[in-house]
């Protein structure tokens, strides 16, 4: 969904600046993103749980 979220910068922790994900639709705390993550991105995301729904996937040939 594009737009589903917001990002925030959030300074509380001050040798890591970070953004705090929302909801943009409700402001929800969703997780943070750092930038000391991985290529290509250098993003890594700290996402909690509970804003996380997680769908099996169809077998395959089944629709």
């Not at 910068?9 to 890591?16: C, E, G, I, K, W």
């Not at 909801?23 to 890594?44: A, E, K, M, N, Y």
């Amino acid at each position: 969904m594009p737009d589903a979220v917001t990002e925030v910068p959030d300074y509380s922790v001050l040798f890591m600046p970070h953004s705090e994900v929302r909801c943009r639709r409700c402001q929800g705390h969703l997780g943070h993103v750092f930038d000391d993550g991985p290529v290509p991105t250098g993003l890594r995301y700290c996402m909690n749980g509970p804003a996380l729904v997680f769908a099996e996937e169809p077998a395959a040939g089944k629709p």
